[in-house]
């Protein structure tokens, strides 16, 4: 990270009181932690002391001023946690890892904190891997859970690891595809279909990184409405009475473009119900 | 001008001042540590407590960040003020003992016992060497950090600041700071303030670079 990306991310969040959070997250989020150097170039280049910055960065217990590793495990120290011997769990990590909460392993594998609660304290014991969740851990599955983290089972970045999958599809009635490469969401070809309801037609899009189903429409839908999803080219509807697993309105079928499977979306508004049946050729 | 009543004396006052101003302005005397003219109010020791409102309403506020308003009531030393106001002495006692400044609040207002542990800190966090610092000296050199029990004044990193002029104005203003002098370990003082003054200590060896602040200094026993 040079000088540059850091005026970036000033530029960005203003040099106003307000912004100061926003970019001490966003260099957080670049380097990991807060290089005494960068606080230096940020109290510069936003014109305040170099003390209130530190204050900021030293009151959040989600900013650090030193190097993280590649792993995070987070043990809750809740109360409800605590009365399950939590204390027992983290003196566990501290021994098997050689380093107290708070601290990293010298190899920069693995960075052991308590946090002070997680909110899930009927599962306590809880302990975090990189963004997953153990449940009423005991000092025996620590060794477990330090094992899988090595090996990066729950990635590194603190977020459970993604595969983006990329599906494309087209109409099962006329065959032409529904991919719009014009538009992208989610840095991909979305998928552009025709939306009606109540007499208004528009067009709808839906990210094509399967399971992410923020769909973007031009008419604004209520919320909860089954909406009727057809084709562009031909205006055949995609409703071929199958229902959602997860609310039991009718679900639009689309075809994959190698003719392979079909995937499906359901037409409720908010619903996030969808299907992927590969090896599916015919409807 | 805003008329309020203060201790049932009805009075009138300019607008924008606090309740603390109009107070001490007509004369009544209200304790502070953490506030002083040419700073913006900060509101942390809670010494200047008083009450406001009548009957169940009433509460309990600091008075160096209340601003008057149209009709307040406001008593200075009603019995639940004077008894808070014990409290916080107290407390502020168990934390700093040695301070000249809170020895002399805690004799001036009957606080003759002392319930809990003594903690000699040389910090009661009140903010006026910050503000000081920031708002009279342009500086900015030190800052709060940390937070809860962390909390602690001082530079960023533990370095000795680069915009720190050694004005001394921190030392200045401090109420609790006979014991911040760090004499014979300069690398630990707040901004080396002290080598700025002139020094009666200077005789000796290892303060050569060093000197408190007091005149003759109180914590090096140095005559």
């Known amino acids: 990270m040079d000088t540059k990306d850091i005026l970036d991310i000033i530029e960005r969040n203003g040099k106003n009181h307000a912004g100061l959070i926003a970019i001490l997250e966003e260099v957080q989020e670049e380097c990991s932690y807060l290089p005494e150097e960068i606080l230096r170039l940020v109290a510069k280049e936003t014109g305040r002391s170099l003390a209130d910055i530190y204050g900021v960065a030293t009151f959040y217990k989600a900013f650090s001023l030193k190097p993280k590793g590649r792993h995070c495990v987070s043990a809750c ?85 993604e595969h983006p999958f990329l599906i494309e599809v087209s109409c099962p009635r006329c065959g032409r595809s529904l991919m719009d490469s014009g538009t992208s969401l989610h840095g991909h070809p979305s998928i552009l279909v025709t939306a009606s309801m109540n007499g208004k037609t528009g ?81 | 001008m805003i008329n309020l009543t203060i201790n049932g004396l009805a009075v009138s006052v300019e607008k924008g001042s606090t309740v603390l101003e109009a107070a001490q302005f007509l004369g009544f005397p209200i304790p502070t540590l953490c506030h002083h003219e040419g700073l913006t109010p900060y509101g942390a020791c809670r010494l200047c ?16 960040t209340y601003p008057a308003e149209e009709g307040l009531k406001v008593r200075t030393a009603s019995e639940r003020v004077v008894r808070a106001r014990k409290m916080i ?7 700093c003992p040695q301070s000249k400044v809170i020895q002399d609040l805690a004799s001036a207002h009957g606080v003759r016992t002392q319930r809990f542990r003594q903690e000699y800190e040389d910090c009661i966090l009140c903010g006026l060497c910050v503000r000081m610092c920031s708002e009279q000296m342009m500086a900015g050199a030190i800052g709060f950090r940390g937070r809860g029990t962390e909390r602690s004044i001082g530079t960023p990193f533990d370095v000795q600041s680069d915009v720190c002029r ?42 050569g670079d060093m000197m408190c602040y007091m005149n003759p200094c109180v914590a090096c026993e140095i005559k």
């Not at chain 1, 909406?227 to 562009?232: A, E, M, N, V």
């Not at chain 2, 002495?89 to 934390?95: D, W």
Request: a negative charge.
């Open chain 2, 89 to 95: 002495i107290e407390l502020l006692l168990a934390s």
């Open chain 2, 166 to 207: 050694f004005c001394g104005g921190c030392m200045h203003i401090c109420p609790a700071c006979q014991l911040r002098c760090t004499y014979n370990q300069p690398e630990k003082a707040i901004c080396n303030a002290c080598a700025n003054l002139a020094p009666p200590c200077i005789e000796k060896e290892q303060y």
């Open chain 1, 77 to 161: 120290l809740g109360t409800a946690c605590h009365v399950r011997g939590a204390q027992k769990i983290v003196e566990e990590f501290s021994q098997e890892l050689g380093i107290k909460p708070g601290e990293t392993t010298p190899d920069n594998e693995i960075t052991l904190e308590t946090v002070n609660c997680l909110g899930a304290c009927a599962l306590g014991p809880i302990v975090v891997s990189d963004g997953h969740y153990f449940a009423n851990v005991t000092a025996r599955k620590v060794g477990e859970i330090l094992r899988d983290t090595r090996e990066g089972t729950f990635g590194s970045d603190g977020a459970p690891e």
């Open chain 1, 203 to 283: 067009w709808s899009r839906i990210p094509s990184l399967y399971g992410r189903f923020a769909r973007t429409h031009e008419h604004a839908f209520p919320d909860n409405t089954i909406i009727q999803l057809s084709c562009p080219h031909c205006a055949s509807s995609f409703q071929d009475g199958s229902r959602c697993v997860e609310c039991g309105a009718p679900l639009a079928t689309m075809r994959l473009a190698d003719g392979n499977g079909v995937f499906r979306i359901c037409t409720r508004t908010g619903c996030e119900g969808h299907l992927l049946d590969l090896g599916r050729a015919e409807l």
């Open chain 2, 49 to 64: 407590v008083v009450e406001i409102g009548e009957g169940p309403g009433a509460r309990l506020v600091s008075s160096c």
